[in-house]
């Protein structure tokens, strides 16, 4: 059964940082296309980051600079640092893996930068 559970999500001030963390399990970890998008109520779910299996990566332009996505083969998770965080990075944000053809989602995680 493939599982991706994420964490770390909150409140946090503007200008503040938080840890995105996503343990996956169920499917073959170490060849996926690990990414985090979000999603604020009345858009679509936006690309924040993605990381290959080579370890390459791509963020959105909002995010260039503020972020950093990276994985863990050995432990089966893919983490997003966030810094300089602003109200408008108020959103959930999903975890999601392709892999062979198919792809998975997390369940979400809010974040809420807000003074």
């Known amino acids: 059964q493939v599982q991706l559970v994420e964490s770390g999500g909150g409140l946090v001030q503007p200008g503040g940082s938080l840890r995105l963390s996503c343990a996956a399990s169920?499917?073959?970890?170490?060849?996926?296309?690990l990414s985090w998008y979000r999603q604020v109520p009345g858009k679509e779910r936006e690309l924040v980051a993605r990381i290959d299996s080579a370890g390459s990566t791509k963020y959105a332009d909002s995010m260039q600079g503020r972020a950093t996505i990276s994985r863990d083969n050995d432990k089966n998770t893919v983490c997003l640092q966030m810094n300089s965080l602003k109200p408008e990075d108020t959103a959930v944000y999903y975890c999601?893996?392709?892999?062979?053809?198919?792809?998975?989602w997390g369940q979400g995680t809010q974040v809420t930068v807000s003074s």
């Open positions: 999601h893996a392709f892999v062979s053809f198919r792809v998975y």
């Open positions: 169920g499917f073959a970890f170490s060849r996926s296309v």
